[in-house]
C-alpha cells in the first residue's frame, strides 16, 4: 500500500471522445407480414404492431409485443399542417393530424421571429421554398439509433407502384431507395433538436429533389406524403394499397387517403409498402485518459506489514547494498480530500525499484 499520494497535473490527463457505430437493418418482412393473427379476418391485425385507443400513432416490436422479448423498433404516423388543403372539417381525425404535424414542427423545426410553429422545409433553409405540410413521421426507438444516426448512413427502400396484389406484393411494385446522399458535409444545424439532413430519392443530391428529412440526434425521420401519390386504397383485391377507407376502392392520390382514413390505416400502408430500413447507429463514448507516472524515486516502499520482517526489508534479504523493491498491482485514483473514487487493476505486479520508471495508462469511459 502506498504511504504517499502524488497529484494528477493537467498534463497527466488527456479526454477524448470515440463514436462508435452498429449496422441496424429492419427488413420489410419484420414490419408488416411476419406476425399475423390468424384469430382475425378483416381487418387483418398483426401481433408485432400495436394500436392506440388514442389513435394517433402505431408502434411496431420485433416480436409480438405481448412477449417480454419484443423490442420496440420504432413508431409511425402522419400528420399535415393547419396550411395544408387537406385541412377540413371533413377529414377524418382531422385535428389529431394537425396536432400531431404542430407537435414534430414545434420539435424539430422550432418557431419563427412570429412566434409560429415553423413548417417543414424541403431544402432546409427556412426559406419561401417548397414545404412538407403532409408528412409520415417515423420514429425510431433509442434502443436502435442509441445516441444518434450516423451520417449518410440511412437509406429506406419503399414500393411506390400504383398496385400491390397480394401475391408477391413487390413484385409488381415500382421501388424507390430514399437516402441522406452526401450528408456528411452537407447536413443542416438549423434545428432546436440537433442536426439534419435532407432525404433523396435520386443517387445524387439535387437542388430541390428532397422528399424528406432526417433528424440524427432526434432519430426521426419526416417523409412527404407526395412519393406515393396515385396510389390505390386497401382492398380484399390490393390488401398492401396505402390507405383503407372500409371497401370502398379509391384511385386517387395517396393525399386523399390521408384526409380520408385513420391514422392507424395510414401506418398501415406505410408498413406494408416498405421493404427495408437500413442505418448506422452512433454511441459516443467519452474517456478520460490518467497517466500516472512513478519516477525512480517514488513508490519504492510499502506500509503492507509482510514487506518487513525484524525491521529490515524483506526483499533487500541480508545485503544492505541491495535496492529497496516493491510490486505494484493496483492503481488508486483519489479525490482532492484523499477520497478513493476509482481502483485499476494491474493483469500482473510490476517491479519497482530506484533504477526504473513506470507509467500507467487509466481510462475511464463514460
Given at each position: ?16 471522445r470515440?463514436l ?17 393473427d ?60 394537425i ?36 408528412c ?42 430514399i437516402?441522406d ?77 390521408m ?15 416498405l ?32 514487506y ?46 530506484p ?12
Amino acid at each position: 500500500m502506498a504511504t504517499t499520494y502524488k497529484t494528477l497535473t493537467n498534463s497527466d490527463k488527456v479526454s477524448t471522445r470515440t463514436l462508435l457505430h452498429e449496422a441496424v437493418p429492419i427488413t420489410g418482412t419484420i414490419v408488416s407480414g411476419t406476425y399475423m393473427d390468424s384469430t382475425t379476418a378483416n381487418p387483418v391485425t398483426e401481433k408485432n404492431i400495436k394500436n392506440y385507443t388514442h389513435g394517433m400513432f402505431q408502434s411496431v416490436y420485433d416480436y409480438p409485443y405481448l412477449s417480454s422479448s419484443a423490442n420496440h423498433i420504432f413508431d409511425v404516423t402522419v400528420g399535415y399542417s393547419s396550411n395544408s388543403s387537406l385541412s377540413g372539417a371533413a377529414s377524418v381525425q382531422n385535428a389529431k393530424k394537425i396536432n400531431i404535424y404542430n407537435q414534430m414542427a414545434q420539435v424539430l423545426v422550432g418557431f419563427d421571429h412570429t412566434g409560429s410553429v415553423r413548417e417543414f422545409d424541403r431544402d432546409g433553409d427556412f426559406s419561401t421554398g417548397t414545404k412538407l405540410r403532409e408528412c409520415i413521421f417515423v420514429n425510431f426507438a433509442r434502443l436502435l439509433y442509441k445516441d444518434e444516426i450516423k451520417k449518410e448512413s440511412l437509406s429506406l427502400v419503399v414500393a411506390t407502384g400504383s398496385t400491390m396484389p397480394k401475391a408477391s406484393k413487390f413484385a409488381a411494385a415500382k421501388m424507390l431507395t430514399i437516402s441522406d446522399h452526401k450528408a456528411t458535409n452537407n447536413y443542416k444545424v438549423n434545428s432546436p433538436a440537433g442536426e439534419y439532413g435532407i432525404l433523396y430519392t435520386a443517387s445524387a443530391a439535387e437542388a430541390g429533389t428532397g422528399v424528406g428529412l432526417v433528424y440524427y440526434q432526434a432519430g426521426i425521420a419526416v417523409l412527404t406524403s407526395s412519393i406515393f401519390d396515385g396510389f390505390r386504397e386497401q382492398t380484399p383485391e390490393h390488401p398492401y394499397s396505402f390507405g383503407r377507407v372500409g371497401a370502398k376502392y379509391d384511385t386517387s392520390s395517396v393525399n386523399t387517403v390521408m384526409s380520408s382514413s385513420y391514422i392507424t390505416s395510414s401506418a398501415d400502408g406505410f408498413r406494408n409498402r416498405l421493404y427495408n430500413i437500413e442505418f448506422d447507429n452512433t454511441t459516443e463514448l467519452n474517456s478520460s485518459i490518467y497517466f500516472c507516472r512513478a519516477h525512480h524515486n517514488d513508490f519504492n516502499y510499502s506500509s503492507n506489514p509482510t514487506y518487513l520482517t525484524g525491521s529490515k526489508i524483506r526483499v533487500k534479504g541480508n545485503n544492505k547494498a541491495n535496492e529497496p523493491v516493491s510490486y505494484v498491482t493496483s492503481v488508486g485514483l483519489y479525490s482532492a480530500n484523499n477520497e478513493l473514487l476509482a481502483v485499476a487493476k494491474l493483469s500482473e505486479p510490476l517491479k519497482k525499484t530506484p533504477s526504473n520508471e513506470l507509467t500507467l495508462r487509466c481510462r475511464l469511459d463514460y
